[in-house]
């Protein structure tokens, strides 16, 4: 596809496809599906700065000349528009970044802290959150994940111990499904989760209110 056609259609990217926009645009708009933004000077391991979501704006860096070196991969399938805007459209655009930049500094200080349920349990309901933008209906539905890779960056844990916390999620009914890059739960369930101090496995709220563990 040219730059042209990019320009008038946005881009189309799949789980794992690298964020490289035509020249031609440096402000994308997040339509759908999310970004991870890492941080990834050259000779350097990136790593993980924050999250892309829907209505989000990227590519404020490079439009204001800052030499970070940012990489940004598609998580699910994305779709981006150009932002196309100057005096004070742009400026309005500017100041909603800022304000959106602060919000989600504060989610990553909530991802990667705290027991490894807790961590999870704020990344799926934000990508919940983030589907429901999109017109999702309905208390249960499929709520598209990244990959295991991708979760136990994003959160700060070993794939193994994601993996089994995610396990014992779907023992306890938070979560009635769970593929490679799928999951199915209710928010509302989801959100009674509660963890004993000290341990990453989750147990149902009711059956702590009990007195049992």
Known sequence: MSSSDAMRAGLALAARDLFAPPAAASLWRVLQGALRVDSAPSGQASRFVRLALPGDVIGVEQWA????????????????????????????????????????CREVVTLRSGP????????????????????????????PVPFLADLSEIVDAAPETVSRVLGSMRAHDFLQDRKPQKARFSSQALQGLEMVAGMSAVRPARRLAGGLT
């Open 65 to 104: 000349g800052t030499h970070d070196c940012l990489s940004l991969r598609a998580l699910i399938d994305t779709r981006l528009a150009p932002v196309q805007a100057e005096g004070t459209a742009m400026m309005q655009i500017l100041m909603e970044t800022v304000v959106v930049a602060h919000q989600r």
């Open 116 to 143: 490894v349920a807790q961590r999870l349990q704020a990344l799926l309901l934000l990508f919940a959150q983030a589907q429901a933008v999109g017109g999702a209906q309905g208390s249960v539905a499929d709520c």
